[in-house]
T-cell receptor, first 110, second 114 residues
Framework: AQSVTQPDIHITVSEGASLELRCNYSYGATPYLFWYVQSPGQGLQLLLK??????LVQGIKGFEAEFKRSQSSFNLRKPSVHWSDAAEYFCAVDGNKLVFGAGTILRVKS | DAGVIQSPRHEVTEMGQEVTLRCKPISGHDYLFWYRQTMMRGLELLIYFNNNVPIDDSGMPEDRFSAKMPNASFSTLKIQPSEPRDSAVYFC????????????FGQGTRLTVV
């Protein structure tokens, strides 16, 4: 069975600081991995995805994520957070169906 | 394309009533997913369809929930009878290929059962 764990429910960072959101997955083979962002009252928007090849993937809005097979992780990073990045972030894995983690709420303080 | 369209955006109903949520996927997409989002349980996959055929409904919480996709451009999620614990935001998403392309989400239906 496939599953996704996002260990941090809430994270608060200062504007301009770096960000790392953690994601661990469980799946028997190499999965397809995604990060989505959800703004209040909205649906989810894709930030980036990993299928194969380079383990460091670039996404929209200056986000990137690194796939580490040995750690079963796919952490999301951004070098400098902007106030508009405040939202909820979901990691997702697609083995035979698209399953989401519980989400991490990002707060940005000025 | 206008994206995935869900209706209604908000629904308030009394316990015991039937509720029908609607979704129009993006034209040409052959996968459709129904998710439920709550504070307690996060984003749960309820059911998904491929080419209008239900593939996996293991996430449907109980028999009160049913979903149909009579054609490629329309799907419904029905709850009968509804209960207060069904209150949640229900999302529909569609994608051209389940595994390697972006899933596009509708804006959701916020259901409140009183």
């Amino acid at each position: 069975a496939q599953s996704v764990t996002q260990p941090d429910i809430h994270i608060t960072v200062s504007e301009g600081a770096s960000l790392e959101l953690r994601c661990n997955y469980s799946y028997g083979a190499t999965p397809y991995l995604f990060w989505y962002v959800q703004s209040p009252g909205q649906g989810l928007q894709l930030l980036l995805k990993y299928f194969s090849g380079d383990t460091l993937v670039q996404g929209i809005k200056g986000f990137e994520a690194e796939f580490k097979r040995s750690q079963s992780s796919f952490n999301l990073r951004k070098p400098s957070v902007h106030w508009s990045d405040a939202a909820e972030y979901f990691c997702a894995v697609d083995g035979n169906k698209l399953v989401f983690g519980a989400g991490t709420i990002l707060r940005v303080k000025s | 394309d206008a994206g995935v369209i869900q209706s209604p955006r908000h629904e308030v109903t009394e316990m015991g009533q039937e509720v029908t949520l609607r979704c129009k996927p993006i034209s040409g997409h052959d996968y459709l997913f129904w998710y439920r989002q709550t504070m307690m349980r996060g984003l749960e996959l309820l059911i998904y369809f491929n080419n209008n055929v239900p593939i996996d409904d293991s996430g449907m919480p109980e028999d009160r929930f049913s979903a149909k996709m009579p054609n490629a451009s329309f799907s419904t999620l029905k709850i009968q009878p509804s209960e207060p614990r069904d209150s949640a935001v229900y999302f529909c998403a569609s994608t051209h290929n389940s595994r390697n392309t972006e899933a596009f989400f509708g804006q959701g239906t916020r259901l409140t059962v009183v």
